[in-house]
């Protein structure tokens, strides 16, 4: 099974005081949280970190968050355990599962300049993109399918545009190994995908109002 916690960082800004929330995490993570120049991101940083404790005590395992380590493209790693943090705008998600390795990214969708990211895609993927009636919307639904490729393979970004997706199909194949990819709806203009090393039958949905 996999666990996706999500939460409204702005529900949480309003009743609490940064300082509270970390109290619950480690002191080494208070630091980090406080290098963010804005409110949202620092919040959204914690709420990650909190949601990632509690998904560990519900599946009975040390929560203990200083044992995070790090692969060496910088990829967080904990023992018998596979998770992935994202966050966009107040919406900040954790999936968490002991049956494989997974990736996820969330974006809300927004005005960029497209041309400022052709580098990432292939040329197939590119023309899919600019030929498309909404080429806005394609390109998010793209980006985050790729994004959640190279964290759950725990590369770089600048892998992306060695990864070409068929977007007619549901999985991809990376050094003969086969990934699976699905979407989750937030609604709205947000896009969320999942790329997993198994594919699940199950995805529960655990929406964070409290509880910490």
């Known amino acids: 099974m996999l666990k996706i916690y999500h939460a409204d960082s702005q529900l949480f800004r309003e ?31 914690v709420l990650g970190k909190l949601m990632l404790k ?4 519900e599946l009975g395992m040390d929560n203990d968050l200083e044992k995070i380590r790090f692969n060496k493209n910088e990829k967080p790693i904990l023992d018998d355990v596979f998770f992935n943090i994202s966050h966009s705008a107040d919406l900040v998600v954790c999936g968490l599962t002991r049956d494989g390795e ?3 990214d969330v974006e809300f969708e927004k005005e960029i300049n497209l041309n400022d990211f052709v580098k990432s895609f292939t040329a197939k993927e590119w023309k ?15 980006w985050v399918r790729k994004e959640s490729i190279i ?10 545009n060695q990864i070409e997706i068929d ?9 003969n190994k086969k990934w699976f990819l699905r979407n989750l709806d937030f609604g709205g203009n ?23």
């Open 15 to 45: 009743k609490y005081d940064l300082g509270f929330l970390l109290e619950k995490l480690p002191k080494s993570l208070h630091a980090k949280a406080h290098r963010y120049r804005r409110s949202q991101d620092a919040f959204n940083f």
């Open 151 to 160: 964290k759950a393979l725990g590369v770089k970004l600048s892998y992306m």
């Open 102 to 104: 997974i990736g996820i």
């Open 128 to 142: 899919h993109i600019t030929e498309h009636a909404f080429p806005l919307k394609k390109f998010f639904w793209y």
């Open 190 to 212: 947000c896009f969320f995908a999942i790329c997993s090393e198994i594919e699940f039958e199950q995805v529960e949905m655990i929406a964070m109002a409290d509880g910490f």
């Open 167 to 175: 977007a007619t199909k549901d999985f991809f194949i990376e050094k």
């Open 54 to 57: 509690r998904g560990l005590e």
